[in-house]
């Protein structure tokens, strides 16, 4: 269904002029996107279809209705055509403009770098089924573990498709987010950079440049920043009510309210100690303080909702169950070896 309404999207809506007339042409499918993940109840395989689906595609496609955004670029429409235009709708990668031939080393690093983000992930849950044994901090410094290496895994599965069947060299998607000198430098330039691309060019770029009409050039940036982590907020609310299935409580997105404003005022102290020549944090010091208050905003606010609603439990649950099924088929592959 999904690669049937993105045909259409090539096919047709493609030729619609850009802009309202295309918006509304699109409207029907980016409403199929949104809904087609809710009949989907595993944890493991509903969250990615919700985030490559109802956020990454639907983004592109409200992109792609103003003649903006990957699906417009010609990487996208040729030489693969339809091929092309359905991977990079589907699959968080972004090829890279010149598009060059990928090296022979680029699909064997990104498969050891999911494999390994895999293991990780593996470990930490095995950690995690003995929770009765560790403080609650504790749990929620798992928790954060496993969200860092499952969004790194998410992403790293997602960009394989791109390198294996198009042999196309990809922008990276996380840029060391750890060495992060700031919140500016975290959110701006590290830390998921498909998702900041789409947030710059969806919304931040068309509220900067109203701002700019209307308070100027120097300040523009405050208000788009802040719409910017205002929108990712909801959006990430819109997640949460598709991983617990109950009423939103806007804990994330106040998380990201708070994100924003916190960015803002790294933006203004910026530009006034610029003009003024004062002193600024060495980055050694500013970093580690910008890692630490993410992490504390998002044990308060997300973490918590987490463990409020048991889908920690159910995580743990599908993985164990995931286990005991390759274990199973593990077993009856060398019995069928052995009376053979």
Known sequence: ??????????????????????????????????????????????????????????????????????????????????????????????????????????????????????????????????????????????????????????????????????????????????LSTSLQDFWGHRWNLRVSDLLRAAVYDPVRHVSTRMIGPRWASLPAVFVTFFISGLVHELLYHYITRASPTWEVTLFFVLQGMWVDMEIVLKKKMVATNRFRLHRAVSGPLALAYIAVTAAWLSYTQILRHGIDEKITREFNLFVDFLEGTHSILRRNLVLH
């Open 1 to 178: 269904m999904a690669m049937a309404s993105l045909l259409y999207c090539y096919l047709i809506a493609a030729k619609i002029p850009k802009g309202l007339l295309r918006l509304l042409s699109l409207i029907p499918v980016i409403t199929l996107l949104s809904i087609i993940p809710f009949n989907l109840h595993s944890f493991h395989i509903g969250v990615p279809t919700w985030c490559y689906l109802a956020w990454l595609a639907n983004f592109k496609l409200l992109l792609f209705a103003f003649e903006q955004g990957p699906l417009s670029s010609p990487s996208s429409l040729s030489p693969w055509g339809f091929l092309a235009f359905l991977l990079t709708a589907a699959f968080p990668f972004k090829i890279k403009q010149n598009l060059s031939k990928t090296n022979s080393k680029a699909l064997p690093n990104s498969i050891s770098e999911a494999s390994n983000k895999a293991v990780l992930l593996a470990l930490v849950l095995h950690c995690y089924s003995y929770k009765q044994y560790f403080h609650q901090q504790v749990l929620l410094t798992f928790y954060f573990l496993y969200s860092y290496f499952s969004i790194q895994l998410l992403l790293a599965v997602g960009a394989i498709p791109g390198q294996l069947i198009l042999g196309l060299e990809l922008e990276p998607q996380f840029n060391a987010p750890l």
